[in-house]
Nanobody, 124 residues
Framework: QLQLVESGGGLVQPGGSLRLSCAAS????????IGWFRQAPGKEREGVSC????????YYADSVKGRFTISRTNAKNTMYLQMNSLKPEDTAVYYC?????????????????WGQGTQVTVSS
């Protein structure tokens, strides 16, 4: 019953923008710390951006600061990742994740529930 489903990925040119969405079902996102992660071919999955349930504190990886924004719309039980000024090195499968804690870091091992991922390809 508990499910996260990503959407919004695709092919975009360098400098372009995409907005990823993650729809939750079977649970209420407002009560979870949430995050976005990505995994490039041949590399380990890494935290991109996370937001804590308790106080709304956000984390951004240094590589995406100033370009990406995490948010959620509680009425729609959906989380988002707005990605601007995309670079080829942003190419990866992007995953949304959640954990029922007030606060968490942005490490993969902290998160209990995961979507199946959506491909983002940045290429000219």
């Amino acid at each position: 019953q508990l499910q996260l489903v990503e959407s919004g990925g695709g092919l975009v040119q360098p400098g372009g923008s995409l907005r990823l969405s993650c729809a939750a079902s079977g649970f209420t996102l407002a009560y979870y710390t949430i995050g976005w992660f990505r995994q490039a071919p041949g590399k380990e999955r890494e935290g991109v951006s996370c937001i804590s349930r308790g106080d709304g504190t956000t984390y951004y990886a240094d590589s995406v600061k100033g370009r990406f924004t995490i948010s959620r719309t509680n009425a729609k039980n959906t989380m988002y990742l707005q990605m601007n000024s995309l670079k080829p090195e942003d190419t990866a499968v992007y995953y949304c994740a959640a954990v029922p804690t007030l606060r968490a870091m942005c490490e993969t091992h902290e998160y209990d529930y995961w979507g199946q991922g959506t491909q983002v390809t940045v290429s000219s």
